[in-house]
């Protein structure tokens, strides 16, 4: 049985079995105590799990991950950065260790305003947490209002680029009034407490304000990426019954207009629930506007009163619902509530980024569509009271150094972006970066998929000047926040691993059957315990909730990824389950072999899949990109199979190489293997709306074809 014949399988399973155990911890009550920094590596626990034995593999009884790739270099926190960051010992690690309960429950208290207090920390009746129960607050009061009421309302929480060059910087005490108008018209067009609105724009600051609005008011918002197209717009839209929809006339995007408005029209043509939909003027070109149920943003929002009192909410009523981006099958509505989301973003971006909101400049390059959007750019951010830049266009626009330019203009200090952009700007070379001053740079962080080691190297030599902490985090649109990443004052680094989970998080490794397999091992990466923003459920399904996440281990929420730890107790993500190879008995994680190839000098990126093969089960097929200034051979075919093998070992070596312009990705950029894995077995193509560009994958099956499939090199 391959690994995929085994994850079918259990997917089945999943139908039927239940979740047995309810526990129902009620605690309440804080206790103030902070400990001394003992000079542990952070995230290493008291007790020696080192000592565990790592679980050994045989041949044909794979029930773990393979352990191939070692990665030596180490990077210890730059000395002058430690001595100015937030966190440079463990003390925060053995707060939570002691009670981590009690350890967010400080957080939520320092970090956030609350109208009521809660009166237990975590109701947990498994697989449904609820956090602050009793508490009440409202999200865009603490994001917004509190900061103006603090004296902060001349601070800029944004500087705003528009693709063609445009700029608006706006400040706290705008932000509030925008905020508040957008609030009333959403009243205006009959929006209530409970009623669902979605969102379709281009990357301008009233999206963030119509979210901000939404919050205010306590009507979910649900915001569709502004690439998807009018079926994943109505099929997201009716999921959700919003009743009113947000949109722009048209984005810009490489010079060009993405006619947003009229793929919105397109939708809303079988969209029911649907009563108004609110336009916000970008691109200026011609929309169609339906009378009665259209009307601009500029003659409803611009007059309203900024008088908005915020409406007083639950912790954990529903602030969003966000659908997956799609990479493994049909989108899930996630849902995330209020006050344990905050308090988890408003954690993890004050420490992961070690924020200094009176003079960092945080630059999150996600889209507001993604969930790395929705808690870096607008809720953990401004619930910090942080000045962050948001960007509208493309990295290449009108130049491939348009990144780099922003960064030297805004004196960007925290950057987060994402391993498919790095492996972009690895491939267009180091001469982009270098036209600019990027001395500013503080912390360079990653988000979205493994980091090959490599990239990670060229990240922090090119764009951090080797002087910058490289946060690689790991987390999920269902935890709402992230999870596992260094603490950059406190972490010794090693590329391509995001280290270890943060404070007050709990995460293991699981072989087959459920059982931890110890420091070192490989297997399936499981939570286990409930965090302040994991997901309370996927809209109008909690079956779904439950087999999906909670009933491939017990008692576990299952992630859906591998990852290994070394034996230093270090976390490295090796891609996701579902595309593990399953080649002579050996579980092989894409992660590493792509790493290994990623390893050679000539490759920006590179993706992996196994292929059936009659003698070892699968094969290794590779998809490589190259460096600019590189020529794809049949010499270098073979000296990247044979890198490969020198790299990580024999067993990995590839079978074919097939080296392409681009791979394809989902919208959000990340890479669809299961289409590639179609493509190697010559397979009918599966579900490719989630597609950035259809075509790519066309593209390579012709000449993977052409190629002559199965051929050595
Ligand atoms: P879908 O669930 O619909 O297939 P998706 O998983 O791509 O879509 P996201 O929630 O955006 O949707 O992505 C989360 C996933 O991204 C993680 O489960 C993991 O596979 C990957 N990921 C995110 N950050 C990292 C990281 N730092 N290292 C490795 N993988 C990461
Ligand atoms: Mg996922």
């Known amino acids: 049985m391959t690994t995929l014949d085994r994850e079918r399988a259990r997917s089945s399973e999943r139908e039927t079995k239940r979740s047995r155990r309810r526990v129902s911890r009620r605690r309440s009550g804080v206790d103030h105590q902070y400990r001394a920094p003992s000079g542990r590596e952070p995230g290493i626990p008291a007790s020696s799990e080192g000592d565990q034995k790592h679980r050994i593999l045989s041949a044909g009884m794979a029930d773990t991950i393979e352990d191939l790739l070692s990665e030596g270099r180490t990077f210890p926190p730059p000395e002058p950065f430690k001595q100015d960051s937030l966190v440079a010992g463990t003390f925060l690690y053995d707060e939570a260790s002691q009670d981590d309960e009690g350890f967010w429950a400080r957080q939520a208290a320092d970090l956030l305003d609350w109208s009521e207090e809660w009166h237990t920390i975590l109701d947990w009746q498994e697989p449904f947490a609820k956090w602050f129960v009793g508490g009440k607050l409202n999200a865009s009061h603490n994001c917004v209002d509190r900061h103006v009421d603090a004296g902060l309302g001349d601070r800029v929480a944004f500087h705003w680029e528009g693709e063609p060059g445009d700029t608006r910087a706006i400040t706290y005490a705008e932000l509030r009034d925008e905020v508040a108008r957008a609030a009333n018209a959403l009243k205006a067009l009959g929006v209530g407490k409970g009623d669902r609105v979605a969102i379709y724009m281009g990357m301008v600051p009233e999206l963030p304000i119509t979210m901000l609005a939404c919050a ?38 490489r010079g060009g207009i993405v006619d947003l408005k009229a793929i919105a029209d397109d939708a809303l043509a079988a969209c029911p629930s649907i009563e108004r939909c609110l336009v916000f003027r970008r691109t200026e070109h011609d929309v169609s506007m339906t009378d009665g149920r259209d009307v601009w943003w500029h003659d409803l929002v611009t007059d309203q009163s900024t008088e908005c009192p915020p409406e007083p909410m639950d912790a954990e009523d529903l602030l969003y619902l966000l659908y997956t981006s799609g990479t493994t099958g049909k989108p899930k509505g996630i849902m995330h509530t209020t006050g344990g989301y905050l308090t988890q973003v408003a954690f993890t971006h004050k420490y992961v ?25 607008v809720y953990g951010p401004l619930a910090n009271g942080a000045t962050s830049v948001m960007y509208e266009g493309t990295p290449d626009y009108p130049d491939k150094d348009r990144f780099w330019a922003i960064v030297e203009h805004y004196g960007v200090t925290l950057l987060y972006t994402a391993p498919t952009a790095i492996r972009t700007f690895m491939k267009w070379g180091t001469e982009y970066p270098e036209k600019h001053d990027l001395s500013s740079l503080r912390v360079l962080g990653t988000v979205g998929e493994p980091i090959n080691p490599e990239a990670w190297v060229w990240y922090w030599q090119e764009i951090g000047g080797g002087r910058c902490p490289v946060v690689d985090t790991w987390w999920q649109t269902e935890t709402g926040g992230i999870m596992i990443s260094p603490l950059p004052g406190a972490t010794t680094l090693k590329p391509g691993s995001a280290t270890f989970p943060l404070p007050g998080i709990a995460a293991d490794i699981v072989d087959d059957g459920g059982e931890p397999v110890g420091v070192p091992g490989g297997g399936y990466l499981v939570l286990t315990r409930p965090w302040p923003s994991m997901l309370r459920g996927i809209w109008g399904d909690p079956q779904r909730y439950r087999d999906t996440y909670w009933s491939r281990f017990e008692h576990k929420y299952f992630a859906g990824d591998g990852a290994k730890r070394d034996a230093d107790g270090n976390f490295w993500l090796l891609g996701r389950v579902d595309d593990i190879m399953l080649v002579s008995g050996h579980n092989i994680s894409t992660t590493e072999v792509e790493s290994a190839l990623v390893d050679h000098s000539s490759v920006a990126e590179s993706a992996v899949v196994g292929k059936t093969d009659a003698i070892t089960g699968q094969a290794i097929a590779a998809f490589v990109i190259l460096r600019e200034g590189n020529e794809p051979s049949d010499e270098l075919a073979a000296e990247l199979r044979d890198h490969v093998a020198k790299v990580i070992g024999p067993i990995a070596k590839p079978k074919t190489v097939l080296f392409t312009e681009e791979l394809p990705k989902t919208r959000s950029g990340k890479i669809m293997r299961r289409l590639l894995r179609n493509v190697a077995e010559d397979e009918q193509l599966g579900d490719t709306t989630t597609l950035a560009d259809p075509s790519v994958v066309d593209g390579i099956k012709s000449r993977y074809l052409a190629a002559g499939a199965g051929d050595e090199g």
Do not use: M
């Open 216 to 253: 205010r008011i306590g009507a979910p918002h649900s915001v569709v990426f502004g690439g998807f197209t009018a079926e994943s717009l109505r099929d997201r839209i009716n999921d959700a019954e919003a009743k009113v929809l947000v949109a722009s006339d048209g984005s810009w995007r």
């Open 353 to 377: 980024f070690d924020l200094h909101p009176d003079r960092d400049v945080f630059w999150c390059t996600a889209d507001c569509g993604w969930v790395t959007g929705h808690s870096y750019i």
